[in-house]
């Protein structure tokens, strides 16, 4: 394992814990779901019953009451283990908005059985076929009566949407041509799924080249309660904002899990393979992108590491956490084209495990969030610059 020196112990533990865990889940079971796409379910509830999906909720819910950084570990050390944390991790970073901004009565009621795995809370209802990463134009409607919200339109990418009982839901509730400023008129709602299946709500699976349990989701005059609302109406854009610095944050930890397993299956087959009567590691030009990459993934794990503290601290993480899904996307994606590179021919066979990482980390530099939209909020909110868009 590559580790920071001056890490703590509990962070050491939390790797070994997690570790320990993973080891439970070898590569086979990670071919056999990406053959069939299923979800891994199995490893999921085993992360749910380790207590690792209610790190960031506070102890009095039930959960673990960890930080941001030792969460951001957490997911590291799943894909530096060669699992895949996609298929549990919107759990980690949707309890920012429940926490931040869901009432007393929604914490309570939710938070203690979504910790105990009674319920899973991994959908997240934001991105839609019209409108992108534009999010201020999405247009699913969510319309007042009464006692509750009629709720149409269509979002897509909603990953494990058909294995969530609960989703975390943005809608539009106040028409854009009578709000005064664009990031109004946004309201976030908790969506009971088991309850909407069948009753206006219709989930279709996406097959992606990687198994990522993706979907689009129909409304069609889906009723709610107006319990089902988080925080206040129209606020809602402005509530997913902190969630999202804390989704890229995750998410860049990962980045630096997926790099970390790339460098060293590289390391260990250039040290094992020999080719014209010598290991293929003693050539420099093996040698030198292995290195490089090490390099790269050491400066932005620096980066996540910074920016989850930023977060933790109660600072404002947006141009910490964009620089750090940045990096480590990067970083993650340059370690995956040098692992096959290294293995060459032997890259593209399933039974390394390298090709399906390959895939797997190749979402990454376009979603949660694209590379060009990070730049842009970099030159305008950080360097100044005319916005672009």
Same mark, same amino acid.
Not at 16 to 31: I, N, T
Not at 142 to 168: F, P
Not at 289 to 314: F, K, T, W
Not at 375 to 387: I, W
């Given at each position: 394992?590559?580790?920071?020196?001056?890490?703590?112990?509990?962070?050491?533990?939390?790797?070994?814990?997690?570790?320990?865990?993973?080891?439970?889940?070898?590569?086979?079971?990670?071919?056999?779901? #990406?053959?069939?796409?299923?979800?891994?379910?199995?490893?999921?509830?085993?992360?749910?019953?380790?207590?690792?999906?209610?790190?960031? %909720?506070?102890?009095?819910?039930?959960?673990?009451?960890?930080?941001? #950084?030792?969460?951001?570990?957490?997911?590291?050390?799943?894909?530096?283990?060669?699992?895949?944390?996609?298929?549990?991790?919107?759990?980690?970073?949707?309890?920012?908005?429940?926490?931040?901004?869901?009432?007393?009565?929604?914490?309570?009621?939710?938070?203690?059985?979504?910790?105990?795995?009674?319920?899973?809370?991994?959908?997240?209802?934001?991105?839609?076929?019209?409108?992108?990463?534009?999010?201020?134009?999405?247009?699913?409607?969510?319309?007042?009566?009464?006692? +509750?919200?009629?709720?149409?339109?269509?979002? %897509?990418?909603?990953?494990?949407?058909?294995?969530?009982?609960?989703?975390?839901?943005?809608?539009?509730?106040?028409?854009?041509?009578?709000?005064?400023?664009?990031?109004?008129?946004?309201?976030?709602?908790?969506? #009971?799924?088991?309850?909407?299946?069948?009753?206006?709500?219709? %989930?279709?699976?996406?097959?992606?080249?990687?198994?990522?349990?993706?979907?689009?989701?129909?409304?069609?005059?889906?009723?709610?309660?107006?319990?089902?609302?988080?925080?206040?109406?129209?606020?809602?854009?402005?509530?997913?904002?902190?969630?999202?610095?804390? +989704?890229?944050?995750?998410?860049?930890?990962?980045?630096?899990?997926?790099?970390?397993?790339?460098? #060293?299956?590289?390391?260990?087959?250039?040290?094992?393979?020999?080719?014209?009567?010598?290991?293929?590691?003693?050539?420099?030009?093996?040698?030198?992108?292995?290195?490089?990459?090490?390099?790269?993934?050491?400066?932005?794990?620096?980066?996540?590491?910074?920016?989850?503290?930023?977060?933790?601290?109660?600072?404002?993480?947006?141009?910490?956490?964009?620089?750090?899904?940045?990096?480590?996307?990067?970083?993650?994606?340059?370690?995956?084209?040098?692992?096959?590179?290294?293995?060459?021919?032997?890259?593209?066979?399933?039974?390394?495990?390298?090709?399906?990482?390959?895939?797997?980390?190749?979402?990454?530099?376009?979603?949660?969030?694209?590379?060009?939209?990070?730049?842009?909020?970099?030159?305008?909110?950080?360097?100044?610059?005319?916005?672009?868009?």
């Amino acid at each position: 394992m590559y580790v920071m020196p001056t890490e703590s112990d509990e962070l050491a533990e939390i790797r070994r814990a997690v570790r320990s865990l993973c080891d439970d889940f070898p590569g086979e079971y990670w071919r056999a779901k #990406d053959a069939a796409r299923e979800y891994p379910g199995e490893f999921v509830d085993a992360l749910t019953k380790a207590g690792f999906l209610a790190a960031l %909720i506070p102890t009095e819910f039930g959960g673990s009451g960890l930080s941001l #950084d030792e969460a951001a570990v957490i997911m590291e050390e799943i894909q530096a283990s060669g699992c895949n944390g996609g298929a549990a991790h919107a759990q980690m970073y949707i309890m920012n908005t429940l926490l931040r901004y869901g009432s007393e009565v929604q914490k309570n009621e939710y938070l203690p059985r979504i910790a105990s795995g009674d319920l899973r809370l991994q959908a997240f209802g934001v991105s839609e076929p019209t409108s992108g990463t534009d999010t201020l134009s999405l247009k699913t409607r969510a319309v007042r009566d009464g006692d +509750e919200y009629v709720i149409n339109g269509q979002k %897509i990418w909603t990953s494990r949407a058909e294995h969530s009982d609960l989703m975390l839901l943005l809608a539009r509730t106040t028409p854009r041509d009578q709000i005064e400023k664009k990031t109004e008129g946004l309201s976030m709602f908790l969506v #009971d799924m088991q309850q909407a299946i069948g009753n206006g709500m219709e %989930i279709k699976p996406i097959r992606t080249m990687m198994n990522h349990s993706s979907c689009e989701v129909f409304f069609d005059d889906l009723r709610i309660p107006d319990s089902a609302l988080v925080g206040e109406q129209g606020k809602g854009f402005r509530y997913i904002l902190s969630g999202m610095n804390a +989704e890229r944050i995750l998410i860049a930890a990962e980045c630096i899990g997926d790099a970390k397993w790339f460098i #060293d299956q590289a390391k260990t087959y250039a040290s094992d393979r020999s080719v014209f009567s010598r290991p293929i590691g003693q050539n420099q030009g093996i040698q030198f992108p292995i290195a490089r990459c090490y390099s790269q993934m050491r400066a932005a794990e620096l980066m996540v590491h910074h920016a989850a503290n930023v977060y933790d601290e109660g600072g404002n993480p947006g141009e910490e956490a964009n620089m750090a899904k940045l990096l480590a996307s990067e970083a993650s994606w340059a370690a995956a084209d040098m692992c096959v590179q290294t293995f060459g021919g032997f890259g593209f066979a399933e039974e390394y495990d390298v090709e399906r990482k390959f895939r797997e980390a190749r979402l990454y530099t376009v979603a949660p969030i694209s590379t060009n939209l990070i730049l842009s909020y970099l030159a305008e909110h950080v360097l100044g610059l005319p916005r672009s868009y």
